[in-house]
Structure formats: C-alpha cells, structure tokens
C-alpha cells in the first residue's frame, strides 16, 4: 500500500454562503465515510485561509526570516486535503475523482515518498 495525498484547490477570495456549501459539504462527509468504510482513508483536513500562513526561510547568514502571508501569491490555494493508503496511483485516482466531481474544483493528487 501507498499512501498518497488528494489536495483540493480554492478559488481565492469570497467563501460560497452555507446554503450552497452545505449540500456539497454532506457529500463530502459521506465520501469520507465511503473511504472510511473501504479502509483508505488515514487523514483529512481544511485549510484556513491563505493570509494566516506564516513562512520560514532560511537567510544566507543562517538567519531564518518569519513573514505573514502565504508562500506563493495566487488566485488559488490549497483549501484542504484528504490522505489515503491504496494499492497505487490508479486507486488514488478513483477517490480523488469522487471528490473532483463533489466540489467542482481543480484536485491534486501527489504520492509520499
């Protein structure tokens, strides 16, 4: 088995009101119960947003600078993740195809090493 991260990617800027999110929200809950259910699921969870990121760099001094705000500067962002354990990448594919079709939005799929 491998495990593999399902990222799932955000438009920035204005959140969708509870009446539309709810709907996709419970669809989410029962794919998380599916994956649950067929022993894949390991991990999930939902990014606040991008601006309460805090980055770490390393200066040439040996430094480290800390700064508000996210690392790359985008009209998306990672909004949230889902970690499975599956045979192979065709297997993760099918998960993060579910979870493509549920929200809509651009989804992610990258093995751990």
């Known amino acids: 088995m491998a495990q593999y991260l ?8 204005i959140v969708p009101p509870p009446e539309f999110l709810a709907p996709i929200m419970a669809r989410l809950g029962e794919l998380t119960e599916e994956m649950q259910k067929e022993d894949v699921w390991v991990f999930a969870g939902g990014l606040h947003d991008p601006s309460t990121a805090t980055v770490l760099r390393t200066k040439d001094d040996g430094d480290v600078l800390v700064t508000d705000g996210p690392y790359t500067e985008g009209k998306e962002h990672l909004g949230g993740f889902v970690v499975v354990d599956v045979p192979d990448l065709d297997a993760a ?11 809509g939005l651009p989804t992610e799929v990258r093995p751990f090493r």
Request: glycine residues 10%; without cysteine.
């Open 6 to 13: 399902i990222g799932m990617y955000q438009p920035d800027g």
């Open 93 to 103: 594919l099918h998960w993060a195809r579910k979870q493509a079709e549920i929200t």
